[in-house]
């Protein structure tokens, strides 16, 4: 299965169809009847997008809320947190799934018995994560397929992070630059309803939006990703995150490969109210730290390519971090290595201008 997922990834097909060829490989050898794939922002973890099989489009926007909201130990992040790969609703409840309230709400409703979950980890980022079901009646998923799914996991994360790096072409095979007739700024703006609907929203939005649509999950035209952000902003609004403030925020990736980051903000003080969604083309600042994930530096490595990147000399990143500047050099040498540039203005042209090429391209 791994030597496939590889060859998935070597043939570098557009991220949705890398997804949904990935199900075709994940199911068979794992025993799946049904599963979802998303994709995220590997430095917020926010999913930002999702393709599916044999699940119910009705059910996605309760999953989200459950990702969110409940206490289920199943979630995306509370997988992570407890330091695993994967996780399974059977091996959570201890065998007693009617423990967990994503089995009692969505899995057993729709049919569905034991749930693998894994997330897609590499080099310090979360690139994505699966969830993966069996029909009802049938038996859980064992520990053999467990470690499988934990290899799978790993080939998967590293495909993703490979995603993030620019090429000439963008994921549709277009290049990704930037439109001289175009104004060097753009702007979209929305609000997301208490049920997830679409109420306003001005064209640089709708344009984004259709770009960005779910169809199959989300019939109303707002993608599973922007759901999934709004309620964060709730979440942060409750008395147990109020220290978060209201306001969320992540990236987004469109189909010809410009990073957009979209921020939210809840418009009152009800976790039930509105969400007020801002869209604009992101900024070196926010792609940066992407970028860093993305070309596989170490730990140091980042802390020493971020200070180069804001223009401090050696023997400043060399105080700033409490290290010789012998060895911010041998850094910054691995870093060249890495990416393949010889001066540190290469770098940060590598690091930024790709990403930001289209800052001056507006959605429509």
Request: hydrophobic share 40%.
């Amino acid at each position: 299965m791994v030597g496939e997922i590889d060859d998935l990834a070597a043939a570098k097909l557009p991220l949705e169809q890398f997804f949904r060829q990935l199900l075709t490989v994940l199911g068979p050898a794992l025993g799946s009847e049904a599963g979802c794939l998303h994709g995220a922002d590997p430095v917020t973890g926010f999913l930002t997008s999702t393709v599916a099989e044999g699940l119910q489009p009705t059910a996605f926007e309760h999953a989200i809320r459950l990702e969110m909201w409940s206490d289920d130990t199943t979630r995306f992040v509370d997988i992570r947190a407890a330091g695993r790969v994967v996780e399974t609703v059977h091996r959570a409840t201890g065998g007693r799934p009617e423990r967990s309230v994503r089995y009692r709400e969505l899995l057993a409703e729709f049919g569905l018995g034991d749930e693998l979950r894994m997330n897609f980890d590499v080099g310090g980022g979360r690139w994505g994560a699966a969830a993966l079901m069996r029909e009802a009646g049938s038996a859980p998923f064992g520990a053999s397929e467990q470690r499988l799914a934990e290899r799978a996991a790993r080939a998967v994360a590293a495909a993703l992070r490979d995603y993030a790096l620019p090429t000439a072409a963008g994921p549709d095979g277009q290049g990704v630059r930037a439109d001289p007739q175009d104004g060097p700024y753009w702007l979209g703006v929305a609000v997301i309803g208490p049920t997830g609907q679409l109420t306003s929203a001005d064209s640089g939005a709708r344009q984004l939006f259709e770009e960005l649509s779910e169809p199959r999950y989300r019939p109303a035209g707002v993608p599973t990703a922007l759901i999934y952000l709004s309620e964060r902003a709730r979440t942060h609004a409750t008395s147990a995150n109020a220290n978060a403030g209201s306001h969320a925020w992540t990236r987004l990736r469109r189909p010809s490969g410009q990073w957009v980051a979209v921020r939210a903000s809840l418009l009152d003080q009800s976790p039930r109210g509105s969400v007020a969604l801002v869209a604009q083309p992101a900024s070196p600042v926010d792609v940066i730290p992407l970028s860093l994930l993305a070309h596989r530096f170490s730990p140091r490595e980042q802390e020493v390519v971020l200070q180069a990147v804001r223009g401090l000399s050696t023997r400043d990143i060399a105080h700033r971090l409490f290290l010789s500047p012998a060895t911010v050099q041998d850094h910054l040498k691995s870093a060249f290595t890495k990416t393949g540039v010889r001066s540190r203005r290469e770098l940060v042209a590598l690091l930024a201008a790709p990403y930001t090429a289209g800052l001056g391209r507006p959605p429509g």
